[in-house]
């Protein structure tokens, strides 16, 4: 049952007809947005001698590829198939094969990594989007040289997906950087909170554990003990970011059967940018890669340990994901286990165990962590459960461009388009018990992602709905590769699907996966070494005069110690505030505000404040209207700002004396 015996291909001349329409489209469609840009930057494109060469070049490549396309339906056709298909009867031995492969595969890398055309190609999607299709092509024709058995069109279909991988995890990489401050609004909170669970080795006293994400907290521990500097921290991170989440394709390949190597190099690639879209994050998916290796539906010890292991990890992750790793061991088991010849109590009745004992085990891990937590308020671990929902997120928005409904549409309707071809033509596998069960998880998983997503400080993207997208991506695994057992206990047999199914499932997690900008950070190191040296006389200065200083912002200063004798406060980093500001945390916001109202401390570190409200219109309007607030508010109102590093997005505040300028 592999790819070619699952797939109808299309024709040369379908799939020459196939490129020639989408090139010359992304032509025009690239000097459609060039002319747009120029205006944009008042560039007078007629005028300047480079951007009429440019937008003739882009016009005429796209009337020559059209004009092609429409030659292929004349007796002209032969002709030009084979001057397409120039040099594809070279063949290479192995070696020089690879090598000269891995040359291109470098070149591409060179050319997605180059600072000036990431910056020439901001904006450009369409042009963007043909180079890449082109860079596809090219090393296909270099691919098909030493791989006998490949069909120009399978080449092709393994550089799209390989340089998409590529382009995805170098995304990743780009965020590594020794710059010493916060490349992102919250960046740095994740390198500061696993400090807290060693506080007594790195601050000499014990803190509280984080509140947010404890289990992926956890896993970035490792650099601490060995005192690893900034740029480390970072490295790890985006190790774990892409790594763990690709070795679920291995984990769920492995239950495929493959027999072809390169079908399962293809299938994993695929698996992997699935799982990239939303993204499913890296902590969540140990729990899913422990699963898919352990379970096996006769072996009831093995499958009960996996239960309890994974739902231990989920209650310390995430509420919503308390009822995942026994949904999950379910999904696998209504697809492995036929119900024909069992009663429904019978059949039924592990499923149920499952469920009741994972979601036991997940809120008693949860408790057990709240209690050795050290956080003296427990509530403080649900505040998300009363915060507000913004139902407008489900359609396109200033927050998510597609809204929530049409992006979790277009990542779902391909893998349901093949479920239901399968389910079409081999009905008689099923029994409808079966098919019900699935889909009741599936529909469980997808309302509780969506309520999760609509929550403020949601529905940016679709990793809230990310449990609901691993048991979809199972489902279609084992109905793609006929891995499911049907009814009778016999063997499944294969459905042969059209090309244009495979060309349906590649679009969507390819667009994905070539929307990330490489954006590699450069900055002043002098400049930066000057905010540095800034901020370390401040701490001088305070614990000379006996105060404390609150660091909102920027708490790898201290837990890294890059700052010398600077106390760590636990109360109020950023990331909390903003969590209980969006929740509406009264005791909570109420304490902050009279810490402020008192001049509880000598100096606030922090980002510049601008105390602005904003309507849905604007990203993230409702979170910058609680942080503004609740807690930028209460700040302006009782200390003015003193000194200010606009390079490094750093503000030093202090009391204010008198009245304040309250907002």
Wanted: aromatic letters at 14%.
């Amino acid at each position: 049952m592999e790819i070619n015996q699952k797939m109808i291909p299309p024709s040369r001349l379908t799939f020459w007809r196939l490129i020639l329409f989408v090139f010359g489209a992304l032509a025009f469609g690239s000097a459609w947005q060039a002319t747009g840009y120029a205006r944009s930057m008042g560039i007078d494109f007629l005028a300047s001698t480079s951007w009429r060469l440019a937008l003739t070049t882009l016009v005429l490549a796209g009337s020559f590829c059209l004009l092609l396309f429409g030659l292929t339906w004349t007796s002209w056709r032969d002709r030009i198939l084979s001057v397409l298909e120039f040099g594809q009867d070279v063949r290479l031995s192995r070696l020089p094969g690879i090598t000269l492969y891995l040359g291109f595969v470098a070149a591409f890398v060179i050319f997605d990594t180059n600072p000036k055309l990431i910056s020439l190609l901001r904006g450009q999607d369409a042009f963007r989007f043909l180079v890449f299709l082109g860079f596809a092509l090219a090393g296909a024709k270099l691919l098909i040289a030493y791989w006998r058995e490949a069909t120009l069109a399978l080449a092709f279909i393994a550089n799209f997906l390989l340089l998409a991988t590529i382009h995805r995890i170098l995304s990743f990489f780009s965020a590594i950087s020794d710059y010493p401050f916060a490349l992102g609004w919250s960046e740095v909170t994740r390198y500061y909170l696993p400090s807290l669970f060693i506080s007594k080795i790195v601050y000499g006293q014990r803190f509280p554990w984080p509140i947010i994400n404890p289990s992926l907290h956890l896993l970035l521990i490792p650099p601490y003990l060995f005192h690893a500097p900034l740029w480390i921290h970072r490295a790890w991170l985006v190790l774990l970011k892409f790594l763990l989440v690709i070795l679920v394709a291995p984990a769920l390949l492995s239950r495929m059967g493959i027999r072809k190597a390169y079908v399962a190099w293809l299938a994993g690639l695929w698996v992997a940018i699935f799982l990239l879209q939303g993204p499913l994050y890296f902590h969540l998916a140990l729990i899913v890669i422990l699963v898919l290796y352990v379970f096996n539906p006769k072996k009831n010890l093995s499958t009960w340990l996996v239960i309890v292991v994974t739902s231990v990890w989920a209650g310390i992750s995430r509420i919503n994901w308390f009822p995942v790793p026994a949904m999950l061991v379910a999904v696998l088991y209504f697809l492995e286990v036929p119900y024909a010849g069992k009663k429904l109590l019978q059949y039924l009745i592990k499923p149920a165990a499952w469920f009741l004992v994972g979601n036991s085990v997940a809120f008693i891990s949860q408790r057990v962590y709240i209690a050795l937590s050290g956080v003296a308020n427990p509530s403080l671990f649900y505040t998300s459960l009363n915060s507000d929902l913004l139902w407008y997120r489900l359609w396109p928005n200033a927050t998510y461009s597609v809204g929530l409904l049409i992006g979790i549409a277009l990542v779902s309707i391909p893998l349901w388009t093949t479920i239901g071809i399968v389910l079409y033509q081999r009905h008689s596998d099923w029994h409808f018990l079966r098919l019900g069960l699935l889909a009741a998880v599936l529909a469980v998983l997808f309302a509780g992602g969506t309520i999760v997503s609509l929550k403020i400080g949601g529905g940016a993207n679709l990793h809230n709905l990310d449990a609901y997208t691993v048991c979809l991506l199972v489902i279609f695994a084992y109905l793609f590769f006929g891995r499911y057992v049907p009814e009778g206990n016999r063997a499944a047999k294969p459905v042969r699907f059209h090309w244009s199914v495979l060309v349906l499932l590649l679009i969507i997690p390819v667009w994905y996966a070539l929307q990330p900008k490489l954006v590699f950070y450069s900055y002043d190191h002098a400049e930066a070494q000057a905010t540095l040296a800034a901020l370390q006389q401040r701490v001088d200065q305070v614990n000379t005069q006996g105060g404390e200083i609150l660091f909102i912002t920027q708490r790898h200063l201290i837990s890294m110690h890059m700052l010398k004798g600077a106390q760590l406060i636990p109360e109020y980093e950023r990331e909390e505030l903003m969590e209980m500001a969006m929740a509406q945390n009264k005791a909570y916001l109420l304490s902050f505000e009279s810490d402020m109202r008192h001049h509880r401390f000598a100096v606030i570190v922090v980002d510049p404040l601008k105390f602005k409200y904003q309507d849905n219109s604007f990203t993230m309007g409702e979170e910058n209207n609680a942080w503004a607030r609740y807690v930028v508010k209460p700040i302006l109102c009782n200390y003015r700002e003193d000194q200010v590093f606009p390079a490094d997005s750093i503000a030093i505040y202090v009391p204010q004396d008198g009245p304040g300028n309250c907002p």
